[in-house]
Structure formats: C-alpha cells, structure tokens
C-alpha cells in the first residue's frame, strides 16, 4: 500500500519535525540538570573509607530506604570529595560517615552512640538520633551545588 504524494510529503515532514524535536528537548534537558560536589572535613586518619549516601526524599531519608545514589570514597590527607553530574534539581540530603576499620559499619556503642565519625549534609546535627530531613536538605539546581561535611 503507498500513500498519495502530497500524503507522504506531510508523513515524512512530520516524522522529521517530531525527530528534531525530541532532540532539542533532551539537549535542553540535559543543560537543566544540575552537579553536586560534597567535600568531606575534619577526619582524625586517612585510614579506611567513607561511606556517602544521597537521598532525593523525605520519606528515604526519614524511613532509611535504599540511598538515590551511594559511595564508598578513598581519604587523601584526612580528606574526600565525590562529584556528581547529571542531577535533576531538588532537594536532596546526604548522610556519611568514616568506615575507619573497614566493615562497612558504623560502629556504635551498647547505647546507640556511634564510634566512628559521622556527618549530614548543612552539618546538620541530631540530639537524641539523626537530623531532621528539614535540617539536613539542600537544594541543587542547574549550577553547582557544594556541600562541605565536617565528620566529628
């Protein structure tokens, strides 16, 4: 079966037109994305790692649900730093802490009281357990959003 000339004219113009559209759409995208650049402070030793989680929710922060995105980072100096691309702006909120003897823990005491140290995004710190999400959220847009975490 063909189609009429001037019908298969408009399919193919529009077939083209959809195609260039969908491409400029996904570059402009991607230039609405943002980076995010979390530099970790203040540890006592360059010994073992840092384990970073980033949430995009409220409700994965809060209820400890599997991270948005997760790194185990090597020390240099008694310090870190994990860049990220790509980001949809939002809120998002980190929570960290230095797997100093390397079991992928954070080690605690019989009370709760970890031992190792430990960090949130704004420096945030709780009283008795982790910040609230609303002390701890940050906003990332289109430029470059830089968290600097002190783990004490």
């Known amino acids: 079966m063909s189609l009429k000339p001037g019908i298969s004219s408009f399919v193919g ?3 083209a037109f959809s195609f260039l ?9 991607q230039s609405e994305r943002g980076m995010l650049s979390v530099k970790v402070k203040g540890l006592r030793s360059s010994n073992g790692t840092v384990r970073v989680s980033l949430y995009n ?5 809060s209820n400890h649900l599997k991270p948005f995105k997760a790194a185990v ?3 240099t100096d008694q310090q870190c730093e994990w860049q990220l691309q790509d980001l949809e702006p939002g809120d998002y909120a980190i929570k960290l ?5 390397g079991n992928a823990e954070l080690d605690s ?10 960090g949130f995004s704004n ?4 009283r008795f357990g982790p910040p609230s999400y609303e002390a701890v959220k940050f906003k990332v847009g289109t430029a470059t959003a830089v968290q600097e975490i002190l783990a004490e």
Not at 109 to 118: A, D, I, N, R, T
């Open 123 to 126: 420096n945030a710190r709780g």
């Open 109 to 118: 005491s019989v009370f709760g009281v970890p031992k190792e140290p430990y």
């Open 13 to 15: 113009c529009f077939l």
């Open 73 to 75: 980072l090597a020390i």
């Open 97 to 101: 802490f230095h797997d100093v003897n």
């Open 57 to 61: 929710s409220e409700e994965s922060y």
């Open 21 to 29: 559209l969908s491409h400029s759409a996904s570059a402009t995208d």
